[in-house]
């Protein structure tokens, strides 16, 4: 069932048992600045690494690296956010090892295909530090947005009827990327969000650790950075959320 007010309640589903985890006494209290790290090359030679690691938290994409980047992308990590697939390839290793930040970073992760929870059960009790699902319902908040958006652009660059946008995204295959989930997990714990790392250019590479040339056509990424562009200017334009939801000030980082 759809619940607007989901993002009013990450506090208690996440924040809780990671402070529980770091022997912090619980409290509705958010953290009081989050950096949210995506992995494009844009970051590369971008001198950020000191400004990300000066956020309260800070949450890194999909075991993205930081080893030899940290000028560009920090080296402090408080939260790992993944999506399924990752734990899957990390299942195949001894020990389900997944800790490329420590042993003792927290895993947040949303479920891309059933078979997944499996991989799920067999590794959460060898993790030490909290490997945390995202709510269903959390999901289902994610995939409306950015439906939304996509849709939106969509039917305003290529006048084609509303109808048409199915096949052209693949129906059923299209989702999210982890980055987006991520941002809308820290609107909900955070009060000030720094997002870095999201964007493309045509002089940079992909991702910043790998030699990834292309992202899998699984995303609209242009919707999503209409998204995050909205969270900056004009977040009550955004659809689907509770009118309750108090919007934390959000910065994106070039």
Request: net charge positive; charged share 20%; aromatic share 12%.
């Amino acid at each position: 069932m759809f619940q607007p007010d989901i993002l009013m309640d990450l506090v208690r589903l996440v924040k809780v048992h990671i402070d529980s985890h770091n022997g912090l006494m619980s409290s509705d209290n958010k953290y009081k600045s989050c950096a949210v790290v995506g992995n494009s090359g844009i970051l590369l030679n971008s001198d950020h690494g000191k400004l990300i690691d000066g956020h309260e938290a800070v949450i890194r994409l999909n075991n993205a690296r930081t080893e030899r980047f940290e000028k560009d992308v920090g080296s402090k990590t408080s939260i790992s956010f993944v999506n399924s697939n990752i734990l899957h390839l990390c299942a195949r290793r001894e020990g389900c090892f997944c800790h490329p930040y420590g042993w003792n970073v927290p895993m947040v992760m949303y479920v891309c295909q059933p078979v997944h929870f499996m991989d799920y059960l067999v590794c959460n009790s060898s993790h030490k530090a909290p490997l945390l699902i995202t709510d269903p319902r959390f999901d289902m908040l994610c995939a409306r947005i950015v439906k939304y958006y996509s849709v939106k652009r969509f039917v305003e660059e290529t006048g084609k009827p509303l109808g048409e946008w199915g096949s052209t995204h693949d129906g059923s295959m299209f989702h999210y990327s982890s980055g987006m989930q991520a941002v809308m997990l820290a609107l909900g714990i955070c009060d000030k969000v720094s997002i870095f790392g999201f964007g493309k250019s045509t002089s940079s590479k992909h991702h910043y650790h790998t030699n990834q040339k292309a992202e899998l056509r699984l995303h609209d990424y242009e919707a999503e950075y209409a998204f995050y562009r909205d969270l900056v200017k004009n977040p009550r334009a955004i659809p689907f959320i509770s009118d309750k939801f108090r919007f934390p000030h959000v910065v994106i980082y070039q």
